[in-house]
């Protein structure tokens, strides 16, 4: 059974993007990460929320790497979350209006494999609808001050997690857990 990993990348304050949804902070954090690293083949899908999909790209200028998940590291099937499909279709993503849906269809797609959640407000919508399995925070050095929150949910409650592993790679920290049900 597919389980649903939220994974970034995050400033020590909380933000996986910059002001105005800008990811270029992001470039001189990227590096070897063996976490990531071992990761990636486990990933069977992506689910990825309409901001992050339409948004700025950590590798852009960056032939083969530009608008390719984990920089060109890994293909696959993709399903997008959005009110605004697309007129025309686009090579290898599916285009999901309800959560259920999407989740139902990264799933199928994952082959037993993660379906990896990339977007705040698309993982805020997974854990609240109890469909969050996991979290991986990557840390980086850097204090952004504004931009895109890891998790934004003004007067929510608080969501209990589990630490499965705490590593290091040059660039970050990595965080990793359950979400506690």
């Not at 059974?1 to 105005?20: E, H, N, Q, R």
């Not at 269809?105 to 997974?126: E, F, L, M, P, W």
């Amino acid at each position: 059974m597919s389980k649903l990993l939220y994974s970034a990348t995050m400033s020590l304050d909380g933000f996986i993007a910059g002001p105005g949804g800008s990811m270029a902070w992001l470039r001189e954090h990227l590096g070897p990460n063996p976490t990531v690293d071992d990761l990636v083949p486990q990933v069977g899908a992506l689910l990825v929320g309409n901001r992050s999909f339409r948004g700025d790209d950590a590798y852009k200028g960056e032939p083969g790497r530009e608008g390719k998940a984990f920089g060109g590291g890994w293909e696959g099937p993709q399903v997008v979350l959005t009110h605004r499909p697309p007129a025309g279709p686009v090579p290898g993503v599916t285009f999901a209006t309800d959560l259920r849906a999407a989740i139902d269809t990264a799933k199928a797609a994952a082959g037993g494999g993660y379906v990896n959640v990339i977007g705040a407000d698309v993982a805020r919508q997974c854990l609240e609808a109890g469909e969050l399995d996991e979290v991986l925070v990557c840390v980086a050095p850097v204090l952004l001050g504004d931009g895109v929150r890891l998790f934004d949910h003004p007067g929510g409650t608080a969501v209990r997690l589990e630490r499965l592993a705490v590593t290091q790679a040059p660039h970050a920290v990595n965080l990793w857990f359950r979400v506690a049900r």
